[in-house]
């Protein structure tokens, strides 16, 4: 399969600060991508995903950036708050598969 | 409500026991997957299934089986051929066009 990693394994931000959570995929051709939260002894849960044919996409307080050039998808998340703290993963889908990069752990302090 | 629920939330087996994981959906979706994570790594792909009936290996199906013979649900057998069952076992469905899949709460399975 291809994989899918991610730049930096944990984050930490202050409280009310932005967040920008990076990945890189290898698959040329994968024409969806989606990033999930999971939080601590949960499932995965969907946050924003967003199609090839466009480069940015936002959501309440999340916006995704797609590069095609560079193969890379970002995550911002305005105004971080406490209950953002979870690991965040990008994914990609291939045909009927996704895959899944190992996750950045993101920390937000009071 | 719609969703996908696994059971149960944790397991625990002796070595050398089979024991089968339950993923049962009501959203409709016709692909189901079974994912492997493991601390601080991401999620592997165990087997996935397109349709009723039919089902295919994903990259660490070693030691496992899955069978799906009704539409919403997808159950996961970890055999003792499995070295290294204990993990935290993901179930998830899918729409088949471009869109996301949604997780369950997953099943921690402890071998003893």
């Known amino acids: 399969g291809e994989s899918v990693g991610l730049h930096l394994p944990t984050l930490s931000v202050q409280e009310g600060d932005n967040s920008i959570i990076n990945c890189a995929y290898s698959?040329?051709?994968?024409?969806?991508f989606i990033w999930y939260k999971q939080e601590s002894g949960k499932g995965p849960q969907f946050i924003i995903d967003?199609?090839?044919?466009?480069d940015k996409r936002q959501g309440q307080r999340v916006t995704v950036l797609l590069n095609k050039t560079v193969k890379h998808l970002s995550l911002q998340i305005a105004a971080t708050q406490p209950g953002d703290s979870a690991v965040y993963f990008c994914?990609?889908?291939?045909?009927?598969?996704?895959?899944f990069g190992t996750g950045t752990s993101l920390t937000v302090i009071p | 409500d719609g969703g996908i629920t696994q059971s149960p939330k944790y397991l625990f087996r002796k070595e050398g026991q089979n024991v089968t994981l339950s993923c049962e959906q009501n959203?409709?979706?016709?692909?189901m997957y079974w994912y492997r994570q493991d601390p601080g790594q991401g999620l592997r792909l165990i087997y996935y299934?397109?349709?009723?009936?039919?089902?295919q290996k994903g990259d660490i199906a070693e030691g496992y089986s899955v069978s799906r013979e009704k539409k919403e649900s997808f159950p996961l057998t970890v055999t003792s051929a499995q070295k290294n069952p204990t993990a935290f076992y993901l179930c998830?469905?899918?729409?088949?066009?471009?869109?996301?899949?949604?997780f369950g709460q997953g099943t921690r399975l402890t071998v003893v």
């Open positions: 998830a469905s899918s729409m088949l066009v471009n869109t996301e899949a949604f």
């Open positions: 698959n040329s051709a994968s024409d969806y």
């Open positions: 967003i199609r090839s044919n466009m």
């Open positions: 994914a990609e889908k291939e045909g009927n598969q996704f895959y």
């Open positions: 959203l409709n979706h016709d692909a």
């Open positions: 299934s397109q349709i009723v009936n039919d089902f």
